[in-house]
């Protein structure tokens, strides 16, 4: 069972390293998608890449938004032949351990898709708010009711990696792939993850000002 | 009696349409958006030259004064446009990502590859 973990980074020199030492020493294959990066991601993924031979790297030219990266590494791995792909956000919010959580109903075949949801009840209230009006925009945009739209953690079936077509290239992207799923006739789990929040995650993700810029685009793609 | 208003759009509209010319000339520009141009910025001649005749439009369609249909008319347009650059925009960046993403893939560093290159040459140069 090949299990593939797609790392999408932009500026994470500060996590980048533990977060792929951690991820080496569970032993699954690993490919790290550097989002143009400004800071020192690329040379430290680099320097990794010379004492182990598991990680990938494939570099943005450009930064082009959390959406363009996922579905570079998503298309980088298919070439490796994998079973499961599986996406983990380089901040290190995620435990790795929760990786064979989600991998587990894509290997039983219970599900195509899995998405990790983090507790919203542990969540800081900054993050909660932005969080519940994108799971809100979901449904409204994609008619679908999801626990946790927005988590970095999913994992999805060879087949599923295969179908589902990533358009979206910024934070919009986690909504759009709920959205394929129902649209391929993919069926979707969501299990429960462990979070680890820091105060430098903190700064990343979903905040109550992405919520609203991702509102406005799926406004002016729906008029387009 | 010719306003001030109607010698700055002549001279406005008969500039930009030597502008959108001199791009055609240059291939930044594609024959049709010439062509769109120039109708444009005729229009918008036509109208400074003749500002009166608006009135037949504006009884016509039913706007209160001639100015009033060709101010309507011209906020149409321009939303009409910004609209077609705002999708021209998005276009080019959906071809960005994926030129961006293609050159990612192929220039991968990888672990895995490196191993199997080193193989390969070892195979052909084994006294290396």
């Known amino acids: ?137 979901t449904l409204i945009f994609y008619g679908i009711k999801v626990d946790d739209s927005q988590s970095g953690l999913r994992a999805f079936s060879r087949k599923a990696a295969e179908e589902i077509v990533i358009n979206a290239r910024d934070y919009g992207v986690s909504s759009e792939i709920v959205g394929e799923v129902k649209k391929q006739d993919l069926s979707l789990k969501e299990v429960p993850i462990k979070t680890i929040y820091t105060d430098y995650s903190m700064t990343k993700g979903t905040n109550t000002l992405e919520g609203l810029k991702i509102l406005v685009k799926l406004i002016i793609n729906m008029l387009k | 009696m010719i306003e001030l208003y109607q010698i700055i759009a002549i001279i406005l509209g008969l500039i930009a349409i030597l502008y959108s010319i001199i791009r055609f000339r240059n291939g930044m520009m594609s024959v ?63 071809e960005l990502t994926d030129l961006v993403r293609e050159l990612a893939i192929q220039n991968k560093k990888s672990g895995m590859n490196n191993e199997k290159i080193l193989k390969e040459s070892d195979i052909e140069n084994p006294e290396k």
């Not at chain 1, 400004?38 to 182990?52: A, G, L, M, R």
């Not at chain 2, 444009?40 to 001649?45: A, N, R, S």
């Not at chain 2, 016509?60 to 705002?86: A, E, N, W």
């Open chain 2, 32 to 94: 049709g958006m010439l062509l769109l141009w120039i109708i444009i910025w005729l229009i918008i001649i036509t109208i400074s030259l003749y500002p009166n005749d608006t009135n037949y439009l504006a009884i016509y369609t039913g706007i209160g004064r001639g100015l009033d249909f060709v101010l309507i008319l011209g906020i149409l347009l321009s939303f009409y446009l910004i609209f077609k650059m705002y999708n021209k925009i998005e276009n080019i960046e959906e």
């Open chain 1, 1 to 137: 069972m090949k299990i593939f973990v797609v790392v999408p980074a932009y500026n994470e020199e500060k996590t980048i390293a533990k977060v792929l030492s951690e991820l080496i020493d569970m032993g699954f294959e690993i490919v790290v998608v550097d989002d143009g990066s400004k800071d020192h991601t690329y040379s430290i993924v680099s320097k990794i890449i010379k004492q182990k031979k598991r990680v990938t790297l494939c570099k943005h030219l450009l930064n082009r938004g959390l959406g363009g990266a996922l579905k570079t590494g998503i298309e980088a791995a298919l070439i490796e032949d994998p079973d499961v792909i599986v996406t983990f956000d380089a901040d290190g919010q995620h435990d790795p351990h929760d990786i064979l959580n989600v991998s587990k109903p894509i290997i039983d075949h219970e599900a195509d898709v899995v998405v990790g949801k983090r507790n919203f009840e542990d969540m800081p209230r900054s993050k909660k708010f932005g969080n519940t009006v994108m799971n809100l925009i």
